[in-house]
């Protein structure tokens, strides 16, 4: 591995060594075996600069969105095999990549679950679930795929041709069949276990829970167990604008309108009793009252719109 041309990538003041670091990348993409390079490197032991551990990766990206699908089995486990041993590593290891590396990495996971899942891989989930053992920096890596998974099969201002929508239709009806019950137990256990100890991971699992909430079954989120908690943590300072906005992706779900009217007023009258809607200290926080305001604006036009249809 050539590292002295891999670090002209950061020579903002060398054109020279900038153009020498992407022909190297460009050789290394095309070359037959340069991802297998960079895997090496990447698994080398080696304390990586974060350019170069990222150079690497986007080798690997390349060679996964042009050539994976048709390659050989073999090189297919072993590609699955390589990332479930960073995922391991990286999650027992002491250090932690910054957040570019980590999001990098989940877009990749991600990339060959939509290849392999859930066919070449079906226990993906599982794999993935076991990185929970791992504490935090597992949980971390964990909840990333998971928004990255969802990104690619659920949002809807994404494009997508109709072999894409086909492709995730049975992915999510497969999650729903297979995996779903396991993943919602996880994110229990994440909010609950980090809440004082590592907020930011807690609203980050608020944030999946409000992305996966639009496609999966409502019964699942919307319970004594999960309300009693996001209620609880619309008191905390550090956890209740990541709450609110998960309540706020709950109530705006897409549902028949007299079971969205039903969930509404109920979680209405959960918040009241919680003398959450007594916004008396409002003044206090400026961005809680405006994610408040959202969620007031929110009840009340889900609320309407059930009611017109």
Known sequence: MNFEAIRGFTSHHDPSAQTKA??????????EDGWQLCIRTLTSGQNLDEHVTFFCIQVVEHYIKTRYTQSEEEKQHFLRD????????????????????????????????????????????????????LGSPGADYFLRILLAINSDVADKEIAR?????QRNVVIKDTIRDHSVISIVDSWYHIVTTYQTSNPELSCLCLEVIGAYVAWIDINLIANDRFVNVLVHFLSMPQLREAACDCIIEIINKGMDPSAKTKLVESFVTVLEQAGVLNLSKAGEDADFAIKMAKLVN????????????
Not at 298 to 309: E, R
């Open 22 to 31: 992407l022909q190297y990348f460009e050789q290394l993409k095309a070359s």
């Open 82 to 133: 390589f990332f479930k041993h960073w995922l391991n590593s990286q999650s027992r290891g002491g250090k932690v990549h910054k957040v570019f590396i980590r999001n990098k990495i989940a877009q990749l996971v991600c990339l060959m679950f939509l290849a392999d899942f859930p066919h070449s891989w079906p226990n993906f989930f599982g794999d993935m679930l076991k990185l929970l053992t």
């Open 161 to 165: 041709t109709q072999k894409e929508v």
């Open 298 to 309: 929110g009840i009340g036009t889900s609320l309407l719109a059930s009611w017109t249809k």
